[in-house]
Nanobody, 119 residues
Framework: QVRLVESGGGLVQTGDSLRLSCAPSGRILHTKWMGWYRQAPGKQREYVAHITTGGSANYADSVKGRFTVAGDNANNTVYLQMNNLQPEDTAVYYC?????????????WGQGTQVTVSS
C-alpha cells in the first residue's frame, strides 16, 4: 500500500514562509493531479491547491497570490510554497494524489503536517 509522506510544517510568525513537500513511499502509475488540502481546528477539511500532470495549477481564493504549488511528475512529488503566512493559515496540511486510469480512480492521502502561524 503506497503512503504519502509529508514534511516541512512548523511554527512561524505572521509574514513568514514555509515550504511543504510530499512524496509517495512507492510508485503511483497514473497520476492525474497532485495537491494540498488543510483542516483547521473545529473546521472541515478544505481545498488549498492542486497541479495537474500537464502543469495546470489551481488555487483556493484564500491563498491565491501567496501560495504556489509545484509538482515533479517523474517522482510524484508535490510541493507547496507558502509565503506571507497569516494566522488563518494555521491548520494541518494534507497532500493528495489522484491516480486515474480509464474509469478507475483512487485518492492517496498523507498523514498531515501541522502549520502554525503566530500573530
Amino acid at each position: 500500500q503506497v503512503r504519502l509522506v509529508e514534511s516541512g510544517g512548523g511554527l512561524v510568525q505572521t509574514g513568514d514562509s514555509l515550504r511543504l513537500s510530499c512524496a509517495p513511499s512507492g510508485r503511483i502509475l497514473h497520476t492525474k493531479w497532485m495537491g494540498w488540502y488543510r483542516q483547521a481546528p473545529g473546521k472541515q477539511r478544505e481545498y488549498v491547491a492542486h497541479i495537474t500532470t500537464g502543469g495546470s495549477a489551481n488555487y483556493a481564493d484564500s491563498v491565491k497570490g501567496r501560495f504556489t504549488v509545484a509538482g515533479d511528475n517523474a517522482n510524484n512529488t508535490v510541493y507547496l510554497q507558502m509565503n506571507n503566512l497569516q494566522p488563518e493559515d494555521t491548520a494541518v496540511y494534507y497532500c493528495n494524489i489522484r491516480d486515474a486510469y480509464i474509469d478507475d480512480e483512487h485518492d492517496y492521502w498523507g498523514q498531515g503536517t501541522q502549520v502554525t502561524v503566530s500573530s
